[in-house]
T-cell receptor, first 113, second 111 residues
Framework: DVKVTQSSRYLVKRTGEKVFLECVQD?????MFWYRQDPGLGLRLIYF???????EKGDIPEGYSVSREKKERFSLILESASTNQTSMYLC????????????FGNGTRLTVT | GNSVTQMEGPVTLSEEAFLTINCTYT??????LFWYVQYPGEGLQLLLK?????DKGSNKGFEATYRKETTSFHLEKGSVQVSDSAVYFC??????????FGKGTTLSVSS
């Protein structure tokens, strides 16, 4: 089974802090994704990556950046956390083939105070 | 705007009732379609998928048929159980492998 591991289940950070959310997958998948999940809005794509050192903006990239230095790890970075970034963050991975399903981690619930 | 539209919840049913959760999409061409399920406290899991028109995806008693004519992919189950209580997301692919999700429909099943 594919395992996507997000390093923290819950995080509480202060406004203005730099925040790192880490995600690791163990199936040698080419593609990795970061989504945020908010009540009434569903999942929205922040960034994704098709390969090491490659990144593409999703639908809501403002206020975020990402890093993919190794194939198995995809980090989401909040350069200066704000209260409107309080959310559930979901990482996912998939093989490099079209129509492949995404495999999700259990999520990180981030609260910015 | 969001190109996957699901019926709004919550949906509340008694055990053994019939379930339908509507999903429609807009897209250029013929995307692949997916249903994901999220149980409390967990990430999303793939429930079923269909990759071309008239395909039927099925899993755990759930079914959905890819209807090109109506651009729909409605989720159905003949007899729901309490353990089916979860949030259900319809999705289609975009730009290769990224997915666009609907807003989710919460299902609550009581015994």
């Amino acid at each position: 089974d594919v395992k996507v591991t997000q390093s923290s289940r819950y995080l509480v950070k202060r406004t203005g802090e730099k925040v790192f959310l880490e995600c690791v997958q163990d199936m040698d998948h080419e593609n990795m994704f970061w989504y945020r999940q908010d009540p009434g809005l569903g999942l929205r794509l922040i960034y994704f990556s098709y390969d090491v050192k490659m990144k593409e903006k999703g639908d809501i990239p403002e206020g975020y950046s990402v890093s993919r230095e190794k194939k198995e790890r995809f980090s989401l970075i909040l350069e200066s956390a704000s209260t409107n970034q309080t959310s559930m963050y979901l990482c996912a991975s998939s093989p490099g083939t079209v129509n492949s399903p995404l495999h999700f981690g259990n999520g990180t619930r981030l609260t910015v105070t | 705007g969001n190109s996957v539209t699901q019926m709004e919840g919550p949906v509340t049913l008694s055990e053994e009732a019939f379930l339908t959760i509507n999903c429609t999409y807009t897209a250029t061409g013929y995307p692949s379609l997916f249903w994901y399920v999220q149980y409390p406290g967990e990430g999303l899991q793939l429930l079923l998928k269909a990759t071309k028109a008239d395909d039927k995806g099925s899993n755990k008693g759930f079914e959905a048929t890819y209807r090109k004519e109506t651009t729909s992919f409605h989720l159905e189950k003949g007899s729901v159980q309490v353990s089916d209580s979860a949030v259900y997301f319809c999705a289609r692919n975009q730009a290769g492998t990224a997915l666009i999700f609907g807003k989710g429909t919460t299902l609550s099943v009581s015994s």
